[in-house]
């Protein structure tokens, strides 16, 4: 998932806007999914967190018992019973499972947040169709595919939809609700009046390539990477030119090397694909050779800059 921004910003607990959705099944335990479900869980509802791998989930829950500490600390200053609490009944309301057809069975809403490959996706769906309540909405965190056709997979595309979180998701207030064709309105205000409920600042967007941040944004790095490619500025002082001369709190290589450079090429392979004559998705051979080397970005310690391994 890309983002600009990402300064720390103080978030609530809870929210005065009240959902209709109370039970939340959210597939994927990895970064994204357990984010989701802890902001979920965070703002009262009961969430099921569902993952193929146990050994996933208990990280993951360590990983959400961590965060919520923290959000204790900044939330109850003075109440350290409280925070105690807040952090005590959280956790509570969060439960596993390895079996996302029993995960989906009462859940009011399902949030998927697997790997971006649009068959694995539809194979999901289609077990979660079945299984689901007939109220319940299905809902993909995807950052770069269709929709619309994620939705070629349900029966019920009109309770099926888009819901866009950014990394990390306790902090990022960003939510793209996505509406899709067959989208109906009832299911569209239900997945805003959640989002609010979680803490999100909630916009729309029609099923477009990256919905609004990432079609900006993808593009954005992409043209950086070129510009570089054609040697017409260093790394150093295009990502100084963007912060000092747009206000960016991170310069487009840096922030192409803080999401992973394959994950980069891999949304532009697959929107050069589907839009082969858009040349703002055509390929670009920097950007390949530095992934063929394995020069991935922060994760592997060096991309267009070198890190640190933790």
């Given amino acids: ?17 009240q959902s209709a959705v109370k039970n939340v099944t959210v597939i994927g335990g990895g970064l994204m999914g357990s ?18 791998s146990s050994d996933v989930l208990a990280k993951a829950q360590k990983s959400i018992g961590g965060n919520l500490g923290r959000v204790a600390k900044k939330t109850f200053k003075d109440d350290p019973a409280g925070g105690e609490k807040f ?15 029993d995960g989906a069975k009462s859940a009011d809403l399902v949030v998927e947040a697997i790997v971006e490959n649009l068959e694995v996706k539809h194979k999901l769906f289609k077990q979660l169709d079945q299984a689901a309540p007939a109220h319940t909405i299905l809902a993909s965190n995807t950052s770069s595919l269709s ?28 939510l793209e609700v996505v509406r899709g064709d067959a989208t109906s309105e009832q299911t569209y205000q239900t997945m805003m009046e959640w989002g609010k409920a979680v803490g999100k600042t909630c916009i729309t967007c029609k099923d477009t390539p990256g919905f609004v941040v990432n079609r900006l944004l993808v593009p954005y790095i992409a043209e950086a990477i070129r510009l570089y490619q054609r040697g017409d500025a260093s790394a150093k002082d295009i990502d100084i030119a963007m912060k000092l001369g747009a206000g960016y709190p991170m310069g487009p290589l840096e922030l192409a090397d803080y999401v992973g450079l394959d994950t980069n090429k891999f949304i532009l392979d697959g929107w050069h694909k589907k839009y082969p004559n858009e040349t703002l998705f055509n390929p670009i051979p ?21 890190y640190d391994k933790k």
Avoid: C, W
């Fill in 1 to 17: 998932m890309i983002q600009l921004g990402i300064i720390a910003r103080n978030f609530s607990s809870s929210s005065a806007v």
């Fill in 35 to 52: 984010g989701i479900a802890q902001v979920a869980a965070q703002a009262g509802q009961n969430v099921t967190l569902v993952d193929v």
């Fill in 87 to 101: 952090v005590k009944d959280a956790l509570a309301r969060i439960k596993t499972a390895t079996d996302p057809v």
């Fill in 147 to 174: 929709i619309n056709e994620i939705a070629a997979a349900v029966k019920r595309k009109e309770k099926f939809g888009g819901l866009h979180f950014f990394n990390p998701v306790p902090v990022m207030r960003l």
């Fill in 286 to 306: 920097a950007l390949d050779k530095m992934v063929a080397k394995g020069r991935l970005g922060v994760k592997t310690g060096e991309g267009f800059y070198k």
